[in-house]
């Protein structure tokens, strides 16, 4: 590590156009940095390109021009560097949970011994440690993300990706997995990469929150406020009919 | 009592109630005796004319073509269907073939099956073996088309990729519509058994079958009917209790929201 000023992610010029080239570009000329450990929210309304975008980061979907990096290092495909939580559905239904997140172990390299540890540790973090042996059919929705957030966090990924991780979710289901998902963050610091569409969303989990529109980045706004937040804190509605208002 | 074995004996004695009425309506002397005998009558008689070793014995051989047949038809399916349907270019090369042969009834196989085969063990097997394979081939492919996408990608995140991602999450992902090709298989490989037997055989329950009605004995071919039908319904339902135990809990993925 050379130190300081290296981001963690670097998203330079990147486009995207899919089928022919000449049509309009999901994205055009993105640019973006995080720092190591920080937390930066993708947020926009639907088809705005935010998912298209971290699939670039996670290497799922290559970029027209331009190119991500992720310590310095080139993305060319996914790999396990690159944790992924998509909205739902992405846990593996023919394993319990418990093996779910022993498969991400195991897949970061650890013998079957220590990845059994691991996974029972990380059940344990999200709160699901009585329910290991359960498949994710037998899951509510919102277990079936905790879980999600384990495994990807049992590949010990450099950065973590999250895919409207909570959308598919109830409100209230919604709230608590925010808090959960902080909790967790903050004893597993990771650089991460979360999209939404929910302006609160991003105000109450986020370092930054990078609004996308037009085929790119419209604007960042700095949350700079202690974690947890409250919703009707001053500084954070300020924000919120900011980004609003700059929505239209 | 727990609800699987109340279903269990209601299926039962729904088969009693069939028995009763067809022994009802045999006895009331509506129709001759001799071209509908009652059932009981029908069992007593037909073992005394095959008696219980020979029927075992037939059993035993039919049960055998289907086992051999069943297996080569299942294997070959699933093979053919996993990597037709994750390598594009077997995929798109065997996919007319497949849909060209796929509606020809494996009976219609059977002169062709003698002429390749000759009257021995093999034109039977191959015509069970035809059974088998098309319905297990069009479930697992079906099955390798559907993957949703989200566990293929969940898979790369996790640095899977090529034959690993098939074997580790693209296979498990079909095994259900897998399962669903075997049951139907079992079924049409019994379904085509007795016809597979008329191929000059001097065993196996068709065999049974076709023999007796060249010598009028109107018991055994009934006696034979009822075997096949019992034999079918014992082995796909332990077909069924070992495919509910291989795919284990996943099958529940009914909400428990």
């Given at each position: 590590?050379?130190?300081?000023?290296m981001?963690?992610?670097?998203?330079?010029?990147?486009?995207?156009?899919?089928?022919?080239?000449?049509?309009?570009p999901?994205l055009?000329?993105?640019?973006?940095?995080?720092?190591?450990?920080?937390?930066?929210?993708?947020?926009?309304?639907?088809?705005?390109?935010?998912?298209?975008?971290?699939?670039?980061?996670?290497g799922?979907?290559?970029?027209?021009?331009?190119?991500?990096?992720?310590d310095?290092?080139?993305?060319?495909?996914?790999?396990?560097?690159?944790g992924?939580?998509?909205?739902?559905?992405?846990?593996?239904?023919w394993?319990?949970?418990?093996?779910?997140?022993?498969?991400?172990a195991?897949?970061?390299?650890?013998?079957?011994?220590?990845?059994?540890?691991?996974?029972?540790?990380?059940?344990?973090?999200?709160?699901?440690?009585?329910?290991?042996?359960?498949?994710?059919?037998?899951?509510?929705g919102?277990?079936?993300?905790?879980?999600?957030?384990?495994?990807?966090l049992?590949l010990?990924?450099?950065?973590l990706?999250m895919?409207?991780p909570?959308?598919?979710?109830?409100?209230?289901?919604?709230?608590?997995?925010?808090?959960?998902l902080?909790?967790?963050?903050?004893?597993r610091?990771?650089?991460?990469?979360?999209?939404?569409?929910?302006?609160?969303?991003?105000?109450?989990?986020?370092?930054?929150?990078?609004?996308?529109?037009?085929?790119?980045?419209?604007?960042?706004?700095?949350v700079?406020?202690d974690?947890?937040r409250?919703?009707?804190?001053?500084?954070?509605?300020?924000?919120?009919?900011?980004?609003?208002?700059?929505?239209? | 009592?727990n609800?699987?074995?109340?279903?269990?004996?209601?299926?039962?004695?729904?088969?009693?109630?069939?028995?009763?009425?067809?022994?009802?309506?045999?006895?009331?002397?509506?129709?001759?005796?001799?071209?509908?005998?009652?059932?009981?009558?029908a069992?007593?008689?037909?073992?005394?004319?095959?008696?219980?070793?020979?029927l075992?014995?037939h059993?035993?051989?039919?049960?055998?073509?289907?086992?051999?047949?069943?297996?080569a038809?299942?294997?070959?399916g699933?093979?053919?269907?996993v990597?037709?349907g994750?390598?594009?270019?077997?995929?798109?090369?065997?996919?007319?073939?497949?849909?060209m042969?796929?509606?020809?009834?494996?009976?219609?196989?059977?002169?062709?099956?003698?002429?390749?085969?000759?009257?021995?063990?093999?034109?039977?097997?191959?015509?069970?073996?035809?059974?088998?394979?098309?319905?297990?081939?069009?479930?697992?492919?079906?099955g390798m088309?559907n993957?949703?996408?989200?566990?293929?990608r969940?898979?790369?995140?996790?640095?899977?990729?090529?034959?690993?991602?098939?074997?580790?999450?693209?296979?498990?992902?079909?095994?259900?519509?897998?399962?669903?090709?075997?049951?139907?298989?079992?079924?049409?490989?019994?379904?085509?058994?007795?016809?597979?037997?008329?191929?000059?055989?001097?065993?196996?329950?068709?065999?049974?079958?076709?023999h007796?009605?060249q010598?009028?004995?109107?018991?055994v071919?009934?006696?034979?009917?009822?075997?096949?039908?019992?034999?079918?319904?014992v082995?796909?339902?332990?077909?069924?209790?070992?495919?509910a135990n291989?795919?284990?809990?996943?099958?529940?993925?009914?909400?428990?929201?």
């Amino acid at each position: 590590m050379t130190g300081n000023a290296m981001p963690k992610i670097e998203v330079l010029r990147v486009s995207k156009h899919f089928g022919a080239a000449s049509s309009a570009p999901v994205l055009s000329g993105v640019d973006l940095a995080c720092a190591e450990n920080e937390f930066v929210c993708l947020l926009g309304r639907s088809g705005c390109g935010k998912t298209t975008l971290l699939n670039i980061i996670a290497g799922l979907v290559p970029p027209s021009s331009g190119e991500v990096r992720v310590d310095g290092e080139r993305v060319t495909g996914p790999g396990r560097g690159k944790g992924m939580v998509f909205q739902q559905n992405a846990l593996f239904p023919w394993l319990s949970a418990r093996s779910n997140v022993e498969f991400g172990a195991r897949r970061s390299g650890l013998e079957k011994q220590a990845a059994r540890r691991i996974a029972e540790e990380l059940l344990e973090l999200v709160g699901l440690r009585e329910y290991g042996e359960r498949y994710p059919g037998q899951l509510s929705g919102g277990m079936q993300q905790r879980v999600a957030i384990a495994r990807a966090l049992a590949l010990d990924p450099q950065i973590l990706l999250m895919d409207e991780p909570f959308g598919a979710l109830d409100e209230i289901t919604r709230l608590d997995m925010q808090a959960e998902l902080l909790r967790v963050w903050s004893s597993r610091r990771k650089t991460v990469v979360f999209v939404t569409h929910s302006i609160m969303e991003a105000l109450m989990l986020g370092d930054r929150v990078a609004v996308m529109g037009g085929g790119g980045i419209a604007s960042i706004h700095d949350v700079a406020k202690d974690r947890p937040r409250s919703r009707s804190d001053p500084a954070v509605i300020r924000l919120h009919d900011e980004i609003w208002q700059g929505l239209h | 009592m727990n609800p699987r074995a109340a279903d269990a004996l209601l299926g039962l004695g729904g088969i009693l109630i069939v028995l009763a009425g067809w022994e009802l309506v045999a006895r009331s002397g509506v129709v001759s005796q001799s071209v509908f005998p009652p059932p009981i009558h029908a069992m007593v008689i037909g073992l005394r004319k095959v008696p219980l070793p020979d029927l075992g014995g037939h059993v035993w051989i039919s049960l055998q073509r289907i086992a051999f047949g069943f297996s080569a038809g299942a294997l070959l399916g699933v093979v053919i269907a996993v990597a037709g349907g994750w390598y594009r270019v077997f995929g798109n090369l065997v996919r007319p073939v497949v849909e060209m042969l796929r509606p020809i009834p494996p009976l219609a196989w059977i002169p062709m099956a003698i002429v390749w085969f000759g009257l021995g063990e093999p034109s039977k097997v191959f015509v069970i073996f035809l059974g088998a394979f098309f319905p297990v081939l069009t479930n697992t492919w079906k099955g390798m088309s559907n993957i949703d996408a989200t566990l293929l990608r969940a898979g790369q995140t996790m640095g899977l990729s090529g034959p690993e991602l098939l074997i580790k999450v693209a296979i498990p992902a079909t095994l259900p519509d897998i399962a669903t090709g075997l049951r139907i298989g079992w079924g049409l490989a019994f379904g085509v058994l007795v016809a597979a037997e008329l191929i000059a055989a001097e065993s196996g329950l068709g065999y049974m079958i076709m023999h007796a009605r060249q010598l009028g004995e109107v018991e055994v071919i009934i006696l034979g009917i009822l075997v096949i039908g019992a034999a079918n319904l014992v082995t796909d339902w332990l077909l069924a209790r070992v495919l509910a135990n291989w795919l284990g809990k996943w099958q529940d993925t009914t909400r428990a929201e």
